[in-house]
């Protein structure tokens, strides 16, 4: 007995080593947009998400602070701002053809910008500008298509008695006529993204649709980066009620999700596929060819030169001593 416990501490010194010694895989970055959508079953579904050991999750307000600083620098918000009123002054003035063009330059900026992702709000107002304008015009049908584009934007959106009747009710008619639905960000708008995550290879979208009243249908779309095209991963109708089969339902799904990541992502590590990024700028140095020489701590023959003595220390001092041991039942 004496003789084993002798050999314990050099062999956990030597698994230590290897342990430190042993190169650790980092963990694939993806991009996650979970849209809080008319239901929190969502959140659920994006819980799941965050703990995998083989890839680490990004939430899209993590990224709010730095995508607001590149819309700063380009000073596209504020021309956003500036068009948007201007379109609304001209409104006022009965100008509906220029308040409508206006509006689709602040749009088309909107699509070279990242505000959508921060402040949807913004472009919501776009919209409903523009739907106004059609009304104006005796284009109903692409003021409906507007007003419902706007209430996705901002579920909050309601129209005060600063609005006309006729406004109003054609607003109403346009969110009665057809169920409300999540509609993912163009992927083009979407692969910006990756500028701000170099080393991300995907972007999961989660959105939520209600077909019919007391129903949720969850959705979890991936966009990998250089695809054209959103990969549907899975999707599952949930009845909201009960809630707590509700809320389990939505769990359940996240783990379909997480798993179907984990896939693809160790899939891509066994053949050596790595996500591409961007590339470097001109002032940015190139990494050096070999990789960087090892703390002194992290190679094996120290390692085993600690074990060694340790062993013969942990050897004698027993024998000296010529003790009992006493083997203790340690209960986790």
């Not at 819980?47 to 590149?70: D, G, H, K, Y």
């Not at 749009?107 to 992702?117: D, E, K, P, Q, W």
Request: hydrophobic share 50%; aromatic share 6%; proline share 8%.
């Amino acid at each position: 007995m004496t003789a084993r416990l002798a050999l314990l501490p050099p062999a956990l010194l030597l698994l230590g080593g290897l342990c430190l010694a042993a190169p650790v895989r980092p963990r694939s970055r993806l991009l996650l947009l979970a849209d809080s959508g008319p239901s929190d079953l969502v959140g659920l579904a994006a819980r799941e998400l965050l703990n995998s050991p083989r890839f680490q999750v990004i939430p899209l307000a993590a990224l709010t602070p730095l995508m607001q600083q590149r819309d700063a620098e380009t000073g596209v918000t504020a021309r956003i701002k500036a068009l948007r009123e201007e379109g609304r002054q001209a409104l006022l003035a009965l100008a509906d053809d220029v308040a409508a063009r206006k509006v689709d330059e602040a749009l088309a900026l909107a699509r070279s910008a990242f505000v959508r992702f921060y402040e949807p709000a913004l472009l919501a107002q776009l919209h409903l500008l523009r739907a106004i304008a059609g009304l104006n015009q005796s284009r109903p049908d692409l003021a409906g298509e507007d007003f419902r584009r706007a209430h996705q934007l901002d579920a909050e959106l309601i129209l005060d008695a600063h609005y006309s009747p006729q406004v109003r009710e054609a607003f109403a008619r346009a969110l009665e006529h057809e169920p409300e639905a999540a509609t993912p960000p163009p992927s083009t708008e979407l692969t910006a993204l990756f500028g701000l995550q170099p080393e991300a290879r995907y972007a999961i979208v989660l959105a939520a649709d209600t077909p019919q009243e007391g129903t949720v249908l969850l959705k979890g779309l991936a966009l990998e980066r250089g695809a054209l095209h959103y990969t549907l991963i899975d999707a599952s109708s949930i009845s909201i009620a009960p809630a707590a089969a509700a809320q389990a339902r939505a769990r359940e799904l996240g783990v379909k999700l997480k798993a179907w990541l984990e896939a693809r992502v160790e899939a891509g590590a066994q053949v050596g596929v790595k996500a591409p990024v961007l590339p470097a700028s001109p002032a940015a140095q190139p990494r050096p060819a070999t990789a960087p020489p090892r703390a002194w701590y992290a190679r094996w023959y120290v390692w085993v030169a600690a074990a060694i003595v340790v062993g013969g220390v942990a050897t004698a001092v027993p024998l000296a001593l010529q003790r009992d041991v006493v083997a203790l039942d340690v209960r986790w």
